[in-house]
């Protein structure tokens, strides 16, 4: 899930967005009018996306994680229980 919130979606959502417009200009329009999507955006639309997918990566680098300092506890076996590394802080 989380793959496709962080990298999935940033990238098609400038691209959802154009055809959504253009499927209501569309339906819009007379029937007589021809929506050519050979000749979109698909540049503009394809940077949208890498640049969402870049900001929400940095967004998420920045208000995610430990807090500096600690020691690290690599993970290890207690009981028969596989135990996650974690940091301890020393407060």
Known sequence: MRFILQYILPLAF???????????????????????LSKGPWIWLALAGVLLTGMGLAIYNFTTGEEPGGVYQAPHMENGEIVPGRVIHND
């Open 14 to 36: 400038p691209t959802a967005l154009y055809l959504l417009w253009a499927l209501y200009h569309k339906r819009k329009a007379d029937s007589g009018v021809h929506i050519d």
